[in-house]
């Protein structure tokens, strides 16, 4: 079935550093990923999304990055500071689903 | 726009007893997406519906939950006879066209 794995799990960075959570999506079909940040009690906010005819998309010290062939698809932060500490969560979908298969989320902690 | 309305925030329901959650889409978006999301785990999809049709409710399990999204009023989740696994947070979505959801604040359902 379909299926979208997450790593790392969790991940720990100081303050200024780069971090890069990876997705892996088993179907070929799926040509829409979203990204969602969740604060802890809070609810599922969009950060950014990239569609399967771009290979990469940025906004601000936000990027994401798309390789159809290989089937994954990658957040880069940069200049991480301590309010994007949360858990990411990837997607994939396929329009006409319109259902999103999630990942099982990243704990990202950035350490002041 | 009052964004994505789901309440209650919190709900308590003892065993055997019924939860209706409810969830009122941002205005002009005709699309409704239920989601749970267990401790410490992602996003599992339930059930997506318009205006007075179920179109997919793939992730619904086959007995005890039942979704409704009426011409008028909010979209309803009735979850009948809860046990101690139903507990868990669950988000309410919307879209316009499919793509892009906005996720609601939640309900956060606890079996006692």
């Known amino acids: 079935g379909e299926n979208v794995e997450q790593h790392p799990s969790t991940l720990s960075v100081q303050e200024g550093d780069s971090a890069v959570i990876k997705c892996t999506y088993s179907d070929s079909a799926s040509n829409y990923f979203p990204w969602y940040k969740q604060e802890l009690g809070k609810r599922p906010q969009l950060i950014i999304d990239i569609r399967s005819n771009v290979g990469e998309k940025k906004d601000q010290r936000i990027a994401v990055t798309l390789n159809k062939t290989a089937k994954h698809f990658s957040l880069h932060i940069t200049e991480t500071q301590p309010e994007d500490s949360a858990v990411y969560f990837c997607?994939?979908?396929?329009?006409?689903?319109?259902?999103?298969?999630f990942g099982t989320g990243t704990r990202l902690k950035v350490l002041a | 726009n009052a964004g994505v309305m789901q309440n209650p925030r919190h709900l308590v329901r003892r065993r055997g007893q019924e939860a209706r959650l409810r969830c009122s889409p941002m205005?002009?978006?005709?699309?409704v997406y239920w989601y749970r999301q267990l401790p410490e785990e992602g996003l599992k999809f339930m059930v997506y519906?318009?205006?007075?049709?179920?179109?997919?409710e793939s992730g619904m399990p086959k007995e005890r939950f039942s979704a409704e999204f009426p011409k008028e009023g909010p979209s309803i989740l009735r979850i009948q006879q809860v046990v101690r696994g139903d507990s868990a947070a669950y988000f309410c979505?919307?879209?316009?066209?499919?793509?892009?959801?906005?996720f609601g604040s939640g309900t956060r359902l606890t079996v006692v």
């Open positions: 205005k002009g978006h005709s699309h």
């Open positions: 979505a919307s879209s316009p066209i499919g793509d892009g959801y906005t």
């Open positions: 997607a994939a979908s396929t329009s006409g689903t319109y259902k999103y298969i």
């Open positions: 519906l318009q205006k007075e049709n179920i179109i997919d």
